[in-house]
């Protein structure tokens, strides 16, 4: 008959931590399988945290019910995720595209780093009245560009740029109002090639094709027909701004001068922007207003964005989606 071994106090212990050791280490290893990361499956969008439906997270942005960590609400209720604030300066409400002059209110002159001599740069569709004419940087790009279309259209050449930030308006002028925005440098005032003189540009005929088609180029007729009661100035075709192609689409789209627009735009917030597609890119536009001194106004973190001041009480914010 076999002797009965006896068992050693120590050698039971050392099981017994043996088996605990593995019990919590497949646990461990049990929870990691199942384990949700709440950051995967997220995305930012229009400020908020958005849900992507993979990766076992609801469209809600919460955890589903039958995970074994315990259910989370973290993402609700956050706002200006995806944002980030910048410093800006009430005096900065006078500069920028969308900023509205007029004799009490001035605009900020543009600097002169901001131009170039238009005489330098200009192509050969158009003429200019004198030599020295500067015109912001992206404007003379877009007028270039408008004019070259033009002459691919109808083979003419009769455009004259008659002045931008300092058109003469005295007696005998083709163009005999002067405007307050001029001095932001996006402006550009036109007149035509007559029969060995100079004409003034109303709108009309074949030339009218740059008024109906500006748009495509950034520009606007700032003064448009039938907006009278809104800009306080009657027609002026002859009289063209620069606002970026985002904004003159919209205007143009939805029939606003850009009083009516910069005012619409006060609806909006980083929270719920106005949101508008101009060819393959979705743009979202908003309004933040300014501080006494120094504030802060909410930005994106990514993508392309521009500020805007509207000469009055805050700034217009436009961000490139895509």
């Known amino acids: 008959m076999a002797a009965k071994r006896k068992l050693k106090p120590a050698s039971v212990i050392i099981s017994m931590v043996a088996v605990?050791?593995?019990?919590?280490?497949?646990?461990?290893?049990?929870?990691?399988?199942?384990?949700?990361?709440?950051?995967?499956?997220?995305?930012?969008?229009?400020?908020?945290?958005?849900?992507q439906t993979a990766d076992g997270m609801s469209v809600d942005g919460t955890l589903p019910f039958n995970f074994e960590d315990e259910p989370t609400t973290a993402f609700e209720g956050i706002e200006n995720v995806g944002y980030s604030q910048v410093t800006?300066?009430?005096?900065?409400?006078?500069?920028?595209?969308?900023?509205?002059?007029?004799?009490?209110?001035?605009?900020?002159?543009?600097?002169?780093?901001?131009?170039?001599?238009?005489?330098?740069?200009?192509?050969?569709?158009?003429?200019?009245?004198?030599?020295?004419?500067?015109?912001?940087?992206?404007?003379?790009?877009?007028?270039?560009?408008?004019?070259?279309?033009?002459?691919a259209e109808y083979q003419l050449t009769d455009f004259v740029v008659y002045g931008t930030t300092d058109t003469y308006t005295a007696e005998g002028s083709y163009c005999p109002r002067?405007?307050?925005?001029?001095?932001?440098?996006?402006?550009?005032?036109?007149?035509?090639?007559?029969?060995?003189?100079?004409?003034?540009?109303?709108?009309?005929d074949t030339q009218g094709w740059v008024n109906e088609n500006c748009y495509k180029y950034g520009f606007i007729v700032r003064y448009p027909q039938d907006k009278a009661a809104q800009t306080g100035q009657?027609?002026?075709?002859?009289?063209?701004?620069?606002v970026g192609t985002?904004?003159?689409?919209?205007m143009h789209d939805k029939n606003l001068c850009l009083e009516e627009y910069v005012r619409a735009l006060?609806?909006?917030?980083?929270?719920?922007?106005?949101?508008?597609?101009?060819?393959?890119?979705?743009?979202?536009?908003?309004?933040?207003?300014?501080?006494?001194?120094?504030?802060?106004?909410?930005?994106p973190i990514s993508g392309n964005y521009e500020i805007s001041g509207n000469n009055s009480d805050g700034f217009i914010i436009t961000a490139n989606k895509n």
């Open 20 to 51: 605990i050791v593995s019990m919590v280490t497949i646990d461990s290893i049990r929870r990691d399988i199942f384990r949700v990361n709440t950051n995967e499956g997220v995305k930012v969008e229009d400020g908020h945290f958005i849900s």
């Open 88 to 151: 800006v300066s009430k005096d900065g409400v006078s500069k920028g595209l969308l900023a509205i002059a007029d004799d009490a209110h001035p605009v900020a002159p543009i600097e002169e780093s901001d131009t170039v001599d238009l005489f330098k740069a200009k192509n050969e569709y158009y003429t200019l009245i004198e030599q020295n004419v500067q015109l912001s940087k992206d404007a003379a790009e877009a007028f270039n560009m408008m004019m070259a279309d033009y002459y």
């Open 178 to 204: 002067h405007f307050a925005e001029s001095a932001a440098g996006n402006c550009v005032d036109l007149a035509l090639c007559g029969w060995e003189s100079v004409i003034s540009y109303d709108g009309a």
């Open 234 to 242: 009657e027609y002026c075709p002859w009289h063209l701004r620069y």
């Open 246 to 250: 985002v904004h003159s689409t919209i």
């Open 266 to 299: 006060k609806d909006f917030t980083c929270d719920a922007p106005y949101e508008y597609t101009v060819g393959e890119n979705t743009y979202t536009v908003y309004y933040a207003p300014a501080e006494s001194g120094s504030g802060k106004i909410s930005v």
